[in-house]
């Protein structure tokens, strides 16, 4: 099993920034691929980022300059650095693990945390 929790979440004036945090703690050995997703009220879930074990971050779109993901492996922590915030980044940001990446539309997540409510406001 893997645990994830994320914290770092709050509410920002547009423009501002905000970093999130996922530690990541259990079968550790087991995770190839880890990501933030994003979900804002009456919107479905949505990728922010995905990050391969081994390979380059993908980001979406719509954060691409803005929001950067780091990892720090030796305390099994990962990291959303979040600039210039938008009213519409609002939304509850989650990490999640997985065994296999198999791109950014089909890997499939085992793990997921409790989330992080981001708040921008104009």
């Known amino acids: 099993q893997v645990q994830l929790v994320e914290s770092g979440g709050g509410l920002v004036q547009a423009g501002g920034s905000l970093r999130l945090s996922c530690a990541a703690s259990g079968s550790i050995f087991r995770i190839n691929v880890m990501a933030w997703y994003r979900q804002a009220p009456g919107k479905q879930r949505e990728l922010v980022a995905l990050v391969p074990r081994s390979g380059y971050v993908i980001y979406a779109d719509s954060v691409k300059g803005r929001f950067t993901t780091s990892s720090d492996n030796d305390r099994n922590m990962m990291y959303l650095q979040m600039n210039n915030l938008k009213p519409e980044d609002t939304a509850v940001y989650y990490c999640?693990?997985?065994?296999?990446?198999?791109?950014?539309?089909?890997?499939?997540?085992?793990?997921w945390g409790q989330g992080a409510q981001v708040t921008v406001s104009s």
């Open positions: 999640a693990a997985g065994k296999q990446c198999l791109g950014p539309r089909t890997t499939r997540y085992d793990y």
